[in-house]
């Protein structure tokens, strides 16, 4: 049975559908990258896969007891609200000083314990977000735009992070990445949103070539790949669509 | 204990006390939550809660409540729907404490001090103001202590606690509920104009001080219970109205912890 399963849903902000016809499911411990340009309806998905948001058509099941480890895209803490790291990880259940620690330590930032969570840098932030996620052991692993900010580098360090974590707990990860080429080369498929599914498909391993190295940079380590794919396709319902299959393709100069 | 309960000035100062039982942690979540004008709105639907309360023979701590509580769920709806609540939440907090003065000098053949609805009247407390007072801050109190952790949570991402399997719609009604309480409970004491000032005031000041949110909660009663103290003392040294000089005392408090806070940073 899967962990989370939508069947066709439509997700509705007023008027406007942000997401609709889409049916996706999440087995346990594959890796699954939601890729789609800007207002694509990416996060709308999938905050209503996590229950946040209710969906205007369909339904989405999840698994009874479904221990979800969310990391949000962004975290705005109110300066008026003073909060430790540590304090933090104890909400909205408190799991003790040990837990705290070890989950930090396992995404790097355990000297940041007794820091303001307000005065933390984005880099910082973010793995503070991921150590919160890890604390109840989840099924699933949901993150949003993970690595925004983040340089190559710095993506590939996170995206090696994520998959050892998956290792370990052995939990699915669902991501979304604005990134419409270059996922985590983990990934066991990658879906690309545009309001709807416009395809599905398996990213290529990035090869030693001197083209992909000029595009990835180097001492990324394997954790980036490619996903090849262009939306050149007709609807072949005939239903009209509105939004535009020709996103950028920046690989292709590369090529 | 009767015997002093007889004694008007113990029975204000309980009052007064009780009020910034009931503030202190709550008003923390209105600064948290960015609600002053929220609150603001509730506590002026207050006065539009006595004229109701009058006209209906009900009790007016009753009146209040329900007509806090009704402006608060109003609120609620409106600002979820509209991307800018606050001059909304203005038209609501000024035109609903208009109608209120309104309704009350409407009110027939009832001889209403209004005065002390606006600006309180701790000094003829009855026994069982004390008891209403004193009872909501327990309840606030009990319920606050109990959500803590969830209200908590909220605060910070609605997304990560839906992800944990909380459910903030039915908490953020829970705050709404818990706000027009203390309106109902604090109007006696401080009035209708000054019951923000009551729950921000305090909060503030121990922002300046504490390191976390139940330090925070704790600092803001305890300052907020030397001001009542304090104010009320300083009302009868000086002839000055009480709830006035509470919310003064409050203020001086909050420059202090300011000018704390401006000297441990140096």
Known sequence: MPLIDAQDIEISHGATRAVFGVSLSIEAGEIVTIVGPNGSGKSTLLRALIGAIPVSKGAIKRAPNLRVGYVPQKLHVDPTLPMTVRRFLNLPRRVGGQAVRSALARTGVQDLEKRQISKLSGGQLQR???????????????????????????????YHLIEALRDEIGCAVLMVSHELHVVMSATDRVICLNGHICCEGTPAVVTATEAYRELFGTGTGGALALYRHDHDHAHSDGEACAHDHNHPHEHEAAE | MSDLLDDFMVRAILAAVGTALACGALGCFVVWRRMAYFGDATAHAAILGVALALLFSVSIPLGVLIVALAMGLLVGALSSTTTTPDSLLGVLSHGALAIGLVAVSLMPNARVDLDSYLFGDILVVSKVDLLVIWGGAAVVCAVLAWRWQALLAEILSNDLAYASGLNPRRDRMLLTLLIAAVVAVSIKVVGALLITAMLIIPAAAARLIARGPEGMAVWATVIGVVAAVGGLYGAREFGTPAGPSIICFATAIFCLASAFGQFRRA
């Open chain 1, 128 to 158: 503070v977000l991921l150590a919160r996620a890890i604390l109840n052991d989840p099924q699933v692993l949901v993150l949003d735009e993970a690595t925004q900010g983040l340089d190559q580098p710095g993506s590939a360090d996170f």
